[in-house]
């Protein structure tokens, strides 16, 4: 039996630098290990419910080949011979969106999707969770992908969220490089999504800044002079 990874997650892209990401939290340790997938240039998936991690890639794949969200997520679901019990959620590299929610997941379970976006949840309170998840979303357009990602898991945790409680949770946003630009998991706490935006906020202050400053193949030498200026000593 596949593990019952009952989640409210939001995958989603940047129309101004078409960063993709994906945040997700649930009742069950170590969500960030299972649910997103991401490939630049392709899209992002959340593959959650009585969750098939294989299906990821396998859509990434067919994203990869240029494949819409809605072609790409129809054609695997199709072949998939436990559909009813899976709900994903994809976003393409154009802002194309889809989403599939089986009709054996566990209630309250369903999606809302638009351009850029896609938010999906089962065995939620209700589905004031994603309608809080999707204005979050819609209505933070100036912040950068992973704050808003943050504050509609944030929105989604306050309208209820999983109503077996709370475990775990991970935000991911990957651009053109190797590295990801935000990789950040809760595996295990009491209050995940809190947990996560105070991981957030040091990251802001400690990792982002050398992450930008990193190596990449157009400017291989990286930026280190700038994050060392930064954090010099001021007299």
Known sequence: MPL????????????????LGVAVSTKVPAVGSLCPFIRFGAGAVSTQAWVNPGLGPLILDRLAQGESAEEALGHVISAEIDAEIRQLGVVDANGGSAAHTGRDTDAWSGHRTGQDYSVQGNMLVGEETIAAMEAAF???????????????????QAAGGDRRGRQSAALIVRGPHVFPLVDLRVDEHPDPVKELRRIFEVAKIELFPFVKALPTAQNPHGDFAAVRAAMAPKD
């Not at 019952?4 to 960063?19: E, H």
């Open 138 to 156: 819609l209505g933070t357009p100036a912040q950068d992908l992973g704050e808003r990602l943050l504050i509609a898991l944030e929105a989604g």
């Open 4 to 19: 019952n990874l009952t989640t409210f997650s939001i995958t989603a892209r940047d129309a101004r630098n078409v960063t």
